[in-house]
């Protein structure tokens, strides 16, 4: 495997698409650009983890500032997601 810090920004959203799988999600892909900041979709009927998630795949060596946040929790809402 790939150092995950060479992968571009595609190869790191397949990345997480994949592990998620792998734990049970059922997980669908946005288009690349357009996306209101949404890559991935997923969804869980397992106890505890049951509900709709929306993703945004940042490969970050540092924290995540707040405003990022902020726009995901928007994203997050607008959708009715609960996670």
Known sequence: MKDINTLSGIEFENL????????GFDVETTKASGDGGID?????RKPFFDGKYI?????????????ILRDLYGVVMAERANK
């Open 16 to 23: 997480c698409q994949i592990l998620l799988q792998k734990v």
């Open 40 to 44: 991935l979709i997923a969804h869980c």
């Open 55 to 67: 993703i945004q795949c940042k490969r970050y060596t540092g924290g995540v500032g707040e405003p």
